[in-house]
């Protein structure tokens, strides 16, 4: 089992910034890959970002790319996620994802990830 402890939320002003992060408990992350998602009120939740297991590759929501950078420290089993511009369009309540171990790779669909935090809310005023 995997707990993971979202981060960092808050209100922000519009081009603002925010770094979230997530931490796991129970079992090492090393092994798997890793993913933020959000959901906004009566929106479906859509992926953010993602790292492999090693953090040598990278993957973000076009809507994203540019302005967030996902990390992630295995020694410390935390992954981040530093947003900058943030815009009203940004705001949603943040979860951070696991997929169980041995399944390296990024994929986008929420179904695809085991264990999820229980997020992190973010706020972004005009």
């Known amino acids: 089992q995997v707990q993971l402890v979202e981060s960092g939320g808050g209100l922000v002003q519009s081009g603002g910034s925010l770094r979230l992060s997530c931490a796991a408990s129970g079992r090492i992350i090393s092994s798997r890959a890793m993913a933020w998602f959000r959901q906004a009120p009566g929106k479906e939740r859509e992926f953010v970002a993602g790292v492999n297991w090693s953090g040598a590759s990278t993957y973000y929501a076009d809507s994203v790319k540019g302005r967030f950078t996902i990390s992630r420290d295995n020694a410390k089993n935390t992954v981040y996620l530093q947003m900058n511009s943030l815009n009203p369009e940004d705001t949603a309540n943040y979860y951070c994802?696991?997929?169980?171990?041995?399944?390296?790779?990024?994929?986008?669909?929420?179904?695809?990830?085991?264990?999820w935090g229980q997020g992190t809310q973010v706020t972004v005023s005009s």
């Open positions: 994802a696991a997929k169980r171990s041995g399944m390296v790779v990024v994929t986008m669909t929420p179904g695809d990830y085991t264990y």
